[in-house]
Structure formats: C-alpha cells, structure tokens
C-alpha cells in the first residue's frame, strides 16, 4: 500500500508504516530541522518530499492508498473558542483536505495537534 505523508515531522507516522512494508508516495515537510532528522532516519525517502504542500497542486502528486497527516484545526479545537465544526476550515488542516478531496484515496489518518 501506497501512503502520502502531510506535515510529516521527523515520522512519527512513517515509522509505523515502514515496519507494515507501505510504501511512501512522497511526503511534504517545511521544518529544516525536521527535514534532517527525517531523511537520516529514512534515507531511502531523500528526494521525496514535496516542499510546501500550500504550493503544490495535489492533482500533480502521484497516486496513493492512504494519505496521513497531523496538523492543528484550529475552527473545532479544545483550544479554540469559536468551535465551528468544518465550516471556516482552513489553515494546514484545510490544505490536508483538499488533497483529500483531490486525490480521494482510500483510507486516511488524522491527528490534530495543538
């Protein structure tokens, strides 16, 4: 199985997949800091990784079965007070559905993080 990997971090969700035998797409992080310790500790992935996925066109990512990705949704958080549901969704949040809406794979995993 193919996965897409969004605000990857250092792979706090590429690590589990790895030892399941799926197989990264690509994967977009920002961080310089998260970007080095990611790919020492994928170095088969270096050269995958999208950039800022607030500039790329998800129509242009290649095909994936699961997408993942952690990010803040700040429209219904415990942290927010407006607590609006999916209406006003925007921010990382927003960009993950809209390759989800995009690309429509199969499966997908969320974390919503402070």
């Known amino acids: 199985m193919k996965y897409l990997s969004l605000f990857t971090g250092i792979g706090g969700f590429d690590l589990p997949l790895r030892e399941l035998n799926f ?7 920002i961080d310089k800091y998260a970007i080095k310790t990611f790919e020492a ?3 088969e992935l270096k050269g ?13 990512i290649n095909d994936f079965d699961l997408l993942v990705f952690g990010s803040p949704c700040q429209s219904f958080s415990i942290s927010s007070n407006n ?3 999916l209406d ?9 559905i809209k390759v989800l809406r ?9 974390e919503n993080v402070k």
């Not at 995958?48 to 242009?60: R, S, Y």
């Not at 006003?88 to 993950?96: M, Q, R, T, Y």
């Open 102 to 110: 995009s690309k429509q794979p199969s499966w997908f995993i969320w």
């Open 23 to 29: 197989e990264c797409a690509a994967w977009s992080e």
């Open 83 to 85: 607590r609006n549901g």
């Open 48 to 60: 995958l990784n999208l950039g800022d996925i607030t500039k790329v066109n998800p129509d242009t």
């Open 41 to 43: 500790n994928f170095p």
């Open 88 to 96: 006003g969704v925007s921010g990382l949040f927003g960009e993950g």
